[in-house]
């Protein structure tokens, strides 16, 4: 059984100031998969405290000092990786392939990412006789979800080191065990004490301490829109910096010119990617009205292709990470049925031969309309909506019509999808299923958030900007 009972404070492992412990359930079994200790705005203050201290010093080091530092987290990170790829199946169901194969690799990929733009990256600007200078923004808080961890913990951890600031983690109390490594890496790599901190804890006991606490300069939280605005809420008063990486419902356009066979089969297996915990999951197929039926029978035949199982099989799917999220997925996929979609794959249930743990039948619904519950609430689990559109006009319309704006997919002949592309409100734009780019902004529009993680654009949300004018009269 795994344990994580200590908080990480000021380079050194300490106990929590109360003695609240919750069990880690399995989503495999519905299991107990261990224990995490449970944090309150006493453990906040003494972590924040740590950081601040810390601060003055750090945001001083060199760029040689923090790509060494970089090169050592890289290094320990993956001397733990198969540690970490366990922890992640353990605590949030990732099937064993996929957490070594993509939810461990990606959380390397960002320090890998930032100690290669922090090589390069200029801190300064001279534009005549003011100085431009980039600083660090001083202790941020990070408050990161369970379905890709390592991803939401490096992606934000990574830039904020390189480029000078201190900081402290709360993990998702649903999956601890891979950030609880993931502090251990840090130590391990010899990361100066206070500059990384962790706490274990809830939304509402640590989360919130976090947001609102007045010497914590910024909070970066990843989750669902509705908790963004809490978090935005509590950080108001002392005017921090928020940065959000909200709630997702991706259109995906299949063009009449795309190849309908492999837009449709590769949309689906897209879809169902971590068991369609992804917030950037491609879930609103639109296709031309008068490709449905074909549609149809495509997805059909895809869904199918895609096997569910326990995590250390070899199946596609694991299970969703909690009751609660099971429960959810459950009752929007009655209401699909409910409202009237026609259901072309899947369904309500546990899925043949798992009669525990929260599976979730591999779903398709067609014939989806843009005002169906199914077509506008992120549910967060393997269930993909098609959508018939009359012309690309309507398509682009009915993929813009959406409170969320995170991304967006568009197949078919090269300059249409640009140019489809160009129309779409959302921060990433897919087009014919492309490798990933791990350089590329990754952020939302409207209702999915504010400001831009991934590359170099992170290391933006990191720094503020001074402006010395009178810099080169002062001989400098």
């Known amino acids: ?104 690799p990606i959380g390397l990929a960002h320090l890998q990412t930032a100690r290669q733009i922090l090589e390069h990256y200029e801190f300064s600007e001279k534009r005549g006789a003011t100085l431009l200078a980039k600083e660090p923004v001083g202790v941020c808080a990070f408050i990161t979800p369970w379905n890709w961890p390592l991803n939401q913990i490096a992606c934000k951890v990574a830039p904020a080191l390189a480029v000078g600031c201190t900081m402290v983690l709360k993990p998702s109390e649903v999956a601890p065990f891979s950030g609880h490594i993931f502090a251990e890496v840090m130590h391990e790599a010899g990361v100066p004490a206070g500059v990384f901190n962790l706490v274990h ?11 609102a606490h007045p010497d914590v300069d910024m909070v970066s939280f990843t989750g669902s829109t509705r908790a963004g605005v809490e978090v935005a809420r509590a950080a108001a008063p002392t005017v921090k910096r928020v940065h959000q990486e909200l709630g997702g419902k991706s259109a995906n356009i299949v063009l009449p ?132 559109y009359q012309d690309v006009e309507q398509a682009i319309v009915m993929a813009n019509d959406t409170p969320y704006g995170l991304a967006a997919y568009v197949q078919g002949a090269a300059q249409e999808a640009g140019e489809v592309a160009g129309r779409l409100r959302a921060g990433q734009v897919y087009l014919n299923y492309p490798d990933l780019d791990m350089t590329a902004p990754f952020g939302g529009y409207k209702q999915s958030g504010n400001g831009r993680e991934w590359g170099a654009h992170a290391f933006g949300e990191f720094l503020e900007v001074k402006a010395v004018m009178g810099y080169a009269s002062a001989g400098a």
């Open 1 to 104: 059984m795994r344990e994580a009972l200590q908080f990480y404070v000021d380079g050194r492992w300490v106990s929590p100031t109360s003695a609240t412990v919750i069990d880690v359930i399995d989503p495999a079994d519905a299991g107990i998969a261990g224990r995490v200790a449970i944090g309150n705005a006493q453990d906040v203050d003494h972590a924040v405290a740590a950081a601040r201290k810390a601060f003055d010093s750090f945001s001083r080091s060199s760029v040689q000092e923090r790509l060494d530092l970089l090169d050592a987290i890289i290094a320990a990170y993956q001397k733990r990786a198969d540690d970490i790829a366990a922890a992640v199946t353990a605590e949030m169901g990732a099937p064993a392939w996929l957490a070594s194969a993509a939810q461990v």
């Open 257 to 388: 010119s795309a190849d309908l066979e492999a837009a449709v089969a590769q949309g689906v297996a897209a879809m169902m990617v971590n068991s369609g915990q992804s917030c950037n999951a491609p879930s609103r197929m639109m296709v031309a009205a008068g490709d449905m039926a074909r549609a149809k029978t495509i997805a059909a035949a895809a869904a199918a292709e895609q096997t569910v199982g326990q995590p250390a099989s070899n199946a596609k799917l694991g299970p969703v990470v909690s009751q609660a999220q099971w429960d959810k997925v459950q009752h929007l996929i009655q209401t699909g049925i409910d409202e009237g979609a026609t259901l072309v794959a899947g369904g309500t249930g546990l899925p043949d031969g798992l009669d525990a743990g929260y599976y979730v039948k591999p779903t398709v619904f067609a014939d989806v309309t843009n005002d169906m519950i199914i077509a506008r609430e992120e549910i967060f689990g393997p269930v993909l909506t098609i959508l018939a």
């Open 201 to 211: 804890g809830d939304g509402p006991g640590v989360g919130a301490a976090l947001s």
